[in-house]
Nanobody, 127 residues
Framework: QVQLLESGGGSVQPGGSLRLSCVLR????????IGWSRQAPGLPRQKLAA????????YTANSVKSRFTISQDVAKNTVYLDMNDLKPEDTAMYYC????????????????????WGQGTQVTVSS
């Protein structure tokens, strides 16, 4: 059974930083495209970033590229999202997600819909 286990959310003041972590269980990390999306109340879900565990492609949305960085630790089956200079509009539920089982994902990770989701972790940016 595939599991995506998020951690690292919380409350932070504007301008602050947070690191989100996502552990993949039940699937080969080296063939997984794993990433992050977020959803704020009343708004559609927004894909933020994705990275291929085997060292292939990665994606970061232009809207957050200057402040958010996705990375991975293959030995720990973990993907991170480092978020800097956080703004109140970054307040949302952040979801770890994965695009699994699709041939060719190593070339276009992040450009297709995710098909597995974690439970989410709340990020609140407020003074």
């Amino acid at each position: 059974q595939v599991q995506l286990l998020e951690s690292g959310g919380g409350s932070v003041q504007p301008g602050g930083s947070l690191r989100l972590s996502c552990v993949l269980r039940g699937y080969s990390f080296s063939t997984a495209c794993i990433g992050w999306s977020r959803q704020a109340p009343g708004l559609p879900r927004q894909k933020l970033a994705a990275i291929y565990g085997g060292g292939g492609s990665q994606y970061t949305a232009n809207s957050v590229k200057s402040r958010f960085t996705i990375s991975q630790d293959v030995a720990k089956n973990t993907v991170y999202l480092d978020m800097n200079d956080l703004k109140p509009e970054d307040t949302a539920m952040y979801y770890c997600a994965a695009d699994l089982g699709r041939p060719g994902a190593w070339t276009d990770c992040g450009l297709h819909d995710f098909n597995h989701w974690g439970q989410g972790t709340q990020v609140t940016v407020s003074s």
